[in-house]
């Protein structure tokens, strides 16, 4: 198995957070989900800068929340300017209601002891 990095989340690393969240009807979040793993997988990891993505799906059947992490927000720029970026998001955004996405600094961590 190739070496994977994961989701590291500490204030120390200055990476740049993208937290998205979709809403969508309860027949579409096993959809959404599984295109954002598979885009994620073929694609979007061989992306200069990217990180990690991952993926949560509620407990509801109403929403997915695509938590990326990038090195930098230039990196994430660059990504973002790419045509074929805005055609993997027209594909996420066609199984959604709506689509909520934001930029993040990670400022604390706490965790049991």
Known sequence: M???TIATIAAEEQR???INLY??????????ARLLSEITETTIRHEPGFVSVS???SLDGTKVVN???WASKEHFEAFMKKPETGEQLKR???LAKS???ALYKVNSVDSAR
């Open 2 to 4: 190739a070496h994977r």
């Open 16 to 18: 740049l957070t993208l």
């Open 23 to 32: 809403e969508v009807e309860a027949d579409k979040q096993a959809d959404l």
């Open 55 to 57: 993926v949560h799906s």
């Open 67 to 69: 938590y990326a992490q």
């Open 92 to 94: 996420f955004a066609a």
């Open 99 to 101: 689509v909520s996405p």
